[in-house]
DNA sequence: TTGACATCAGACACCTCTGTCTGCTTTCAT
DNA sequence: ATGAAAGCAGACAGAGGTGTCTGATGTCAA
């Protein structure tokens, strides 16, 4: 309940090897709780090459280290989502245009979508709430004018997005499909399964 | 990899009275790892009206627990959709009808999908391969006839599948959205997903 | 009815993780 | 160069979890 800030931010400035370790810490995090979402701070502060203790001088507990990692790639993504202007142009073409832009920059957070995995639906919501945000006019905008399927609330189309990004990411970490196929993929899949076919209706 | 059997079945027949207790602690552990997928031992007794160690007395570890409670409901789907003839039909309508018979028997389940989100992408895999197994030469075929777009390994589109219903499931035990639309929504968003549509191609 | 099975109540050893604390040393900023 | 900030090393208490065990009590099946 209480409005966490999602980034610990520059409050006061810290010193330059502060600043290295607050970043290794970060980097280590995304890496280590990729290959297991329950990793330990002892696991972390490992491949961070820093001393357990450190990371405590600069994250009060684990879970505001969790926040802040997931916090700042949320936010990053948040950011291309408004720069790839969802409010303009055909809703099929701007969720398609929308959903590659979000998928380059998840690029780089591919590991981090292993996290979302233990969290809670509602929790998850709450997270990913800034992004859903932005797309919840996209999405009813697309329902009103035919190009989405409108008997069902804007939040399922939003949770099905979702759902398929994060599956989409997880299969490209398996290696079951290339990189290169993977937007083109994702996008299409996306695009199809929020869209109103009545072909498909018997 | 030791090819732990699903369900510890009727190796030895129980009695009475301990066969109750198994009953009730799998649905105890249904009911306890839906709102929390991390619910201890403990818990999973306290909700069964049993002590800690009978636990114990049928399953041998919290993992065997896990198995049991998961194979169970797999077990079923997997049947449910072996009668739904996935091999007969037209592709598309022969995936509508098995995401709908497969929805209406995960309807008792639906508090399990909470734990597959503890499953690391690979394990969910694993765990819900007779389901895959099953499915795989139908999505096959359906990419030779053009119904499901072809440009994709058939495990992207299984893990499509998979994605959506989990998160439709979630979507349902969120109170989002009603049991009456959940099917049909889900059967078309899924249909839609895997779908081949030269359309949407710009 | 009787003996084997099952449960209960409670304890135990063991483990892992979190968060804190205490010196001591290194590194930065001024 | 000097003091403050940051890091290291290692310890600590506390919480919570798992799996095991014992002995007494209840319950089923033949």
Redesign the pocket.
């Known amino acids: 309940m209480a409005p966490t800030p999602a980034t610990p931010p520059q409050d006061?400035?810290?010193?330059?090897?502060?600043e290295?370790?607050?970043a290794a810490i970060l980097d280590a995090a995304l890496e280590a709780l990729a290959s297991d979402p329950?990793?330990?701070?002892?696991?972390i502060?490992r491949q961070a090459?820093?001393?357990?203790?450190?990371i405590?001088?600069?994250f009060?507990?684990?879970?505001a280290l969790l926040e802040a990692v997931t916090g700042r790639a949320i936010a990053e993504v948040t950011r291309v989502i408004a720069a790839a202007a969802p409010d303009k142009g055909k809703p099929t073409e701007a969720l398609m245009r929308v959903v590659a832009a979000a998928w380059q920059t998840l690029g780089r957070y591919h590991p981090l979508v292993a996290i979302n995995t233990r969290l809670s639906p509602a929790e998850l919501h709450r997270r990913h709430a800034p992004v859903l945000a932005l797309l919840h006019p996209l999405i009813e905008r697309g329902q009103r004018d035919g190009s989405f399927r409108p008997d069902v609330p804007a939040e399922w189309h939003l949770s099905m997005l979702l759902a398929l990004v994060h599956a989409a990411s997880a299969e490209l970490r398996t290696g079951r499909v290339g990189a290169t196929n993977a937007e083109a993929a994702v996008v299409e899949t996306v695009a199809g399964a929020l869209a109103h076919h009545a072909t498909l209706k018997p």
Chains 1, 2 share one sequence.
């Open positions: 006061k400035p810290r010193r330059a090897d502060a290295r370790s607050v329950d990793a330990s701070m002892a696991e502060a090459g820093v001393v357990r203790a450190t405590y001088v600069h009060p507990t684990r879970e």
